[in-house]
C-alpha cells in the first residue's frame, strides 16, 4: 500500500509539473493559439477514451454511442451558461449529471443485451439524442447553439482530465473495478460466483457517461459553437478508435491513442475527405501487426507510467519478479 502511495503521489507531483512547464509556455507565447487549442482538444479526447475504455475495455460491452452522451453534456452546460448564467464548473457538472441519467435510462432495458445487438442499441440511442437536437428549436436546431463562451482554460482542462484519469483507474481498482474485469472476461462464470452482472454493466455505463457529458461540455465552451452534425456516428467511431489503438483495457493506452489520433486529426485538418479512411488503414495495419492495440494490455500508473503488468486484469503481480 505505501509503495502504490508513493508511486500515486509521485504521478501527481509529474503531472503538475507537466501541467506548469505548458502553463509557462502558453503564457510567454512560445505555445500559441492553435497549439492551446490543440492541448485542450487532446485533454476532451482523453476523458472520452478513458470513460470509453471502461465500459468497452474493462467490462467489455461494445457500445458505438458515446457520442450521444458527450451532445447532451453540451447541449445542457451550454444552454446553463446561456440562458441562466449557471457558474461554469456547475454547468459542467451538470452536463456530466444529466448525461449519466440518460446513460442509466438507457443502460437499464438494454445492458441485459450483448455484442453486435449491445451495439446497435446504443448507436440507435446516439442518433435518437441527435435527431432531437437537429428538430428542437430552443437548442438552434440545424444550426446549432452559437456565442457560448469560451470559458474552457488549460487549466480547467488539466484538472478535469487529472481527475477523470484517477477517478476511473481507482475505481478499475477496487472491488466494483475487478467484478467488472470478471463480468469481461467469462459473465457466465461471474454470475456463478453472485456478481450481479447487470448492475455492474450498468454502473460502468453509467460512469462512462458521467464523464463524456462533462467532456462534451468542456468541449463546447472551448469552441464556441455547437451542432447536432458534430456528434454523429463517426465522432463515435473516432472515440472507439482512440480506445482500440491505444489497447482494449488499459487506461494508459486510451491515453496514448487520445493523444495520437488527436494529433493526427490536426494534422490532417486541410484534408478532412482522407481523415476516416486513414484511420480505418491505421486500425487495418494495427489489427495485422499489432492486435493487442499501441500498448497492449499495459496498466496505467501515475507513478510509473506505462508500466506492462503480466496480465490485463492485474489481479495479482508474478511473485518471481519480486
Known amino acids: 500500500m505505501k509503495k502504490l502511495n508513493k508511486k500515486f503521489w509521485s504521478g501527481i507531483v509529474a503531472s503538475i509539473i507537466f501541467y506548469a512547464i505548458v502553463q509557462i509556455l502558453l503564457t510567454t507565447g512560445i505555445l500559441n493559439d492553435v497549439n492551446r487549442s490543440t492541448l485542450l482538444l487532446i485533454g476532451v479526447n482523453i476523458m472520452l477514451a478513458v470513460s470509453l475504455n471502461l465500459i468497452n475495455g474493462i467490462t467489455g460491452q461494445f457500445s458505438i454511442g458515446h457520442a450521444g452522451f458527450m451532445s447532451v453534456g453540451a447541449y445542457t452546460s451550454a444552454i446553463l451558461t ?4 449557471a457558474p461554469f464548473v456547475v454547468a459542467i457538472i451538470a452536463g456530466g449529471i444529466v448525461a449519466s441519467i440518460c446513460g442509466i435510462l438507457i443502460g437499464i432495458p438494454t445492458l441485459r443485451l450483448n455484442g453486435d445487438y449491445l451495439a446497435i442499441a446504443t448507436l440507435g440511442f446516439g442518433e435518437i439524442i441527435r435527431i432531437i437536437m437537429l428538430n428542437t428549436e430552443y437548442v438552434g436546431g440545424a444550426s446549432g447553439l452559437s456565442g457560448i ?35 469481461r ?15 455492474y454493466k450498468v454502473i ?14 468542456l468541449s463546447a465552451h472551448t469552441f464556441y459553437v455547437i451542432t447536432p452534425g458534430s456528434f454523429n456516428f463517426l465522432k463515435s467511431f473516432e472515440i472507439l478508435v482512440m480506445v482500440v489503438l491505444g489497447g482494449l483495457g488499459s487506461t494508459a493506452g486510451s491515453i496514448v491513442g487520445a493523444v495520437f ?20 488503414i491505421v486500425l487495418i495495419l494495427m489489427m495485422i501487426f499489432r492486435p493487442g492495440g499501441l500498448l497492449g494490455t499495459t496498466k496505467f500508473s501515475l507513478g510509473k ?18
Open 82 to 85: 446561456l440562458d441562466y448564467n
Open 149 to 183: 463562451p469560451s470559458k474552457t482554460t488549460w487549466t480547467v482542462i488539466f484538472i478535469f482530465t487529472l481527475v477523470t484519469v484517477v477517478l476511473i483507474n481507482n475505481f478499475i481498482r477496487s472491488t466494483h473495478g475487478r467484478a467488472c474485469l470478471a463480468i
Open 185 to 199: 472476461e467469462n459473465e457466465i462464470a461471474a454470475e456463478a460466483m453472485g456478481i450481479n452482472t447487470t448492475l
Open 204 to 217: 460502468a455505463f453509467t460512469i462512462g457517461a458521467l464523464f463524456a457529458g462533462m467532456a462534451g461540455g
Open 261 to 280: 489520433v488527436t494529433l493526427l486529426y490536426t494534422y490532417l485538418r486541410d484534408v478532412p475527405e482522407w481523415r476516416m479512411i486513414i484511420y480505418s
Open 305 to 322: 507510467f506505462g508500466k506492462k503488468e503480466a496480465k490485463a486484469n492485474g489481479d495479482i503481480s508474478d511473485s518471481s519478479a519480486s
